[in-house]
């Protein structure tokens, strides 16, 4: 027979009153506590739909969305308490800067990148995946309006045709007849006869000789990417890091992850807002061309 705890004696080695101990058992949780709960809840699910991408500030925004009424330092608070923070691993980035170029490859876009609507600019870059049977190249095309990548390819070898897969891609997803800029950098794909060709009709815009702020916002999305996703894993070939990429982009980035740019709204759901926005001023201009062609007919009466 084990020896039984004495609850009493528990309690005089604590220094603790019966009466304090039974309350206490007694006592319902205060409405701050089950706040508090609630949040943290609340916090740690969009902690785990983000892949754990979302700090504080982005936390804050989803939970505001939701009629929340809380301030960026009260999640940060909860966050600490927690435990969790944003997981991003920070690759070793290595960079030069050469203001020379030539007059032939001229810089258009002048690092304006928020243009007023979609298909105004593109934006492509290449950048290195590495596996355990050797690199992988990914290329992306992104819209700078909605920062939305609308075209990718992941090729296993750095032929300019992988580029222009991606753009006759982006082409047939974007259906775009009036001319647009497409900034890019000076890799050899990208000044190619076959990328020539494939752009047709755009206007040409080259970052700088080995100057990759001229084509931030493509280069941070790869940063993004292999910041909150790909470098977390131990990728073993093409295979699995297409599957990588491939939920990163369509299932969470396009679609999920809300963007500063963006006033907090995903790719897609920014992109949504400008078309409702614009079918509304389209019925407005109807409108108002219908009243006044009724009154130039009844003045002509």
Not at 171 to 179: D, I, M
Request: charged fraction near 25%; charge should be positive.
């Amino acid at each position: 027979m084990k020896r039984q705890v004495s609850v009493s004696g528990i309690l005089k080695k604590s220094g603790v009153s019966r009466s304090g101990y039974n309350a206490r058992k007694k006592r319902v949780p205060s409405d701050t506590s089950v706040r508090r709960t609630v949040l943290q809840e609340k916090i740690q699910k969009i902690y785990e739909d983000s892949h754990q991408n979302y700090g504080a500030l982005k936390i804050t925004a989803e939970l505001r969305k939701s009629g929340e009424q809380i301030s960026e330092k009260t999640v940060g608070n909860y966050m600490r308490q927690m435990k969790i923070k944003a997981q991003w691993v920070k690759p070793y980035i290595q960079t030069t800067i050469d203001s020379d170029f030539s007059q032939k490859l001229k810089n258009i876009l002048n690092e304006e990148f928020n243009p007023a609507q979609p298909d105004a600019v593109w934006c492509s870059v290449l950048t290195y995946i590495w596996t355990l049977e050797g690199f992988v190249y990914l290329t992306s095309v992104k819209d700078l309006y909605s920062r939305k990548i609308i075209s990718w390819v992941l090729s296993e070898t750095l032929e300019a045709s992988h580029v222009v897969e991606c753009i006759e891609k982006a082409k047939c997803v974007r259906n775009v007849e009036k001319p647009l800029i497409f900034h890019c950098d000076r890799g050899c794909q990208y000044v190619s006869e076959a990328f020539q060709k494939a752009t047709t009709g755009m206007i040409h815009s080259y970052s700088k000789k080995a100057y990759p702020w001229d084509n931030a916002c493509i280069e941070s999305f790869h940063a993004l990417l292999k910041r909150e996703w790909i470098n977390r894993f131990k990728i073993f070939n093409y295979t699995h890091a297409y599957k990588l990429v491939f939920e990163y982009i369509e299932t969470f980035y396009n679609t999920v992850r809300i963007h500063s740019h963006c006033g907090y709204l995903s790719p897609n759901e920014y992109e949504e807002q400008y078309l409702k926005s614009t079918e509304k001023n389209v019925v407005k201009i109807a409108s108002t061309l219908t009243f006044l062609g009724g009154c130039f007919a009844a003045t002509s009466i």
